[in-house]
């Protein structure tokens, strides 16, 4: 009987750590997700003429890249990875980045 106890003490140290680096890791891929659908949102307001954009939550970063009659704009925000293991994988900062092409039509 006494046996039962300490191996079911065991198996949760073993398994807990596991747990902990599942549950930070969703976590931090929730953010990132989170980040990526609130630039995909911010694309949409962005035209060919915005140099600048307010946002409270993240620091975003616009470049634009003229090609001919095109503009391609591109949004870039960091955040910082707090699992440890995923900076190797997403780096740390994680950066997201979202981009659209608007036709440079003349007036």
């Keep these: 009987m006494k046996n039962k106890k300490g191996q079911a003490l065991v198996e949760f140290v073993l398994i807990l750590p596991v747990l902990i680096f599942m549950i930070l890791a969703f976590i931090d891929i929730s953010r990132l997700m989170i980040m990526k659908n609130h630039l995909e949102s911010m694309l949409s307001e962005v035209d060919k003429d915005t140099n600048e954009l307010e946002d ?25 990875v707090t699992t440890p293991g995923l900076n190797k994988i ?14 440079n039509k003349e007036e």
């Design 56 to 80: 409270k939550e993240y620091q975003i970063q616009i470049s634009k890249k003229n090609d001919g009659d095109k503009v391609q704009v591109e949004l870039k925000s960091c955040l910082e």
């Design 90 to 103: 997403f780096g740390n900062p994680a950066c997201v980045t979202t981009s659209k092409i608007i036709e």
